[in-house]
C-alpha cells in the first residue's frame, strides 16, 4: 500500500502581492480573457466573494466577479 501525499501550499501573506487591494471587483466581457484573470486571482490566494453579475450592454454580456483576500473583513 502506497501513501499518497496533498502538495501542500505555501502560506499566504497578510496582505495581497504588488500592493493589490484586499478587494476587487473584476469586470468584463464573458470570454476566455476574464475567465482568466479570475482564475489568477484565484491562484495567487483571493477568495470568491458572491456571486457573479451579468448584464448585456446591447452588444456584449458583461460580468463581474467580487474577490476579496482572505482574512479581510467587510
Known amino acids: 500500500m502506497t501513501a499518497t501525499t496533498t502538495?501542500?501550499?505555501?502560506?499566504?501573506?497578510?496582505t495581497p502581492p504588488d500592493g493589490l487591494?484586499?478587494?476587487?471587483?473584476l469586470t468584463g466581457p464573458d470570454d476566455a480573457s476574464?475567465?482568466?484573470r479570475v482564475s489568477d486571482a484565484l491562484a495567487l490566494g483571493y477568495?470568491?466573494?458572491g456571486?457573479?453579475?451579468a448584464?448585456?450592454?446591447?452588444?456584449?454580456?458583461i460580468v463581474a466577479?467580487?474577490?476579496v483576500w482572505p482574512g479581510t473583513v467587510v
Open 7 to 14: 502538495p501542500t501550499s505555501p502560506a499566504l501573506a497578510s
Open 51 to 53: 456571486s457573479p453579475a
Open 21 to 25: 487591494p484586499a478587494y476587487r471587483l
Open 65 to 67: 466577479q467580487a474577490i
Open 55 to 61: 448584464a448585456f450592454n446591447g452588444q456584449n454580456v
Open 34 to 36: 476574464f475567465c482568466r
Open 47 to 49: 477568495r470568491l466573494y
